[in-house]
């Protein structure tokens, strides 16, 4: 069975730019989280799709966003970036986000903002 | 508002002894609660969980204790080995709402051979 799936690994943006973040998850889950981890602030919620609704939602600005689509997959976009926005972008997916089971992190995305 | 805790930035202990890894968290709503090891540069791994109806979860060298009058909980490796050797996180979630994980700021556990 395939893990979680986060493209690309890598990216490097100048400040102002927009981009976009992807994330597979596990075949059979329908729930999609995203966190952003720093050194400074650990690794902190950003949101949760389900059923491609936004179900819950972090105290991130508005300059972040995300959207699920039907086969569960999920995107996520920063616009106008800043350089605090250098951060490794990690998505977790279970089952249905409900029920008590584990979540499975991807291998993240590292974003540089330069 | 740090709702969950882990107060020793880092922990080092000899091959083949026990590992403790401690959590502390102040939401009395977080239900259910689980540890992630990690690497550098990658994803948080799943290694064991606990809900708040249990006290104890085991699962091979790894064992979850958890105090819910004392918002505490902790994780027992036993015996330690050097390839556990990583970030370990703990994260909690209220009752029904696991795909929103509050995590703590993480131990960095050291296993010397």
């Known amino acids: ?114 | 508002d740090q709702q969950v805790k882990q107060n020793s930035p880092s922990l080092s202990v000899q091959e083949g002894r026990i590992s403790i890894l401690n959590c502390d968290y102040t939401n009395s709503m977080f239900d259910y609660f689980l540890w992630y090891k990690k690497y550098p540069a990658e994803g948080p791994t799943f290694l064991i969980s606990i809900s708040s109806i249990k006290d104890k979860n085991e699962d091979g060298r790894f064992t979850v204790f958890l105090n819910k009058s004392a918002k505490h909980l902790s994780l027992h490796i036993v015996p330690s080995q050097p390839g556990d050797s990583a970030v370990y996180f703990c994260a909690a979630s209220r009752a029904g709402n696991t795909g929103k994980l509050i995590f703590g700021q993480g131990t960095t556990l050291q296993v010397k051979p």
């Not at chain 1, 972040?64 to 926005?85: I, K, P, Y």
Request: proline letters at 4%; hydrophobic letters at 30%.
């Open chain 1, 1 to 114: 069975k395939a893990g979680v799936t986060q493209t690309p690994r890598y990216l490097i943006k100048t400040r102002g730019q927009q981009v976009t973040l992807s994330c597979s998850p596990i075949s059979g889950h329908r729930s999609v989280s995203w966190y952003q981890q720093t050194p400074g602030q650990g690794l902190q919620f950003l949101f949760e799709y389900f059923s491609e609704t936004q179900r819950n939602k972090g105290n991130f600005p508005g300059r972040f966003s995300g959207r699920q689509f039907s086969n569960s997959r999920s995107e996520m976009n920063v616009s106008t970036l800043e350089l605090g926005d250098s951060a490794l972008y990690l998505c977790a997916s279970s089952l249905d986000g409900r029920e008590n089971t584990e979540a499975f992190f991807g291998q993240g995305t590292r974003l540089t903002v330069v």
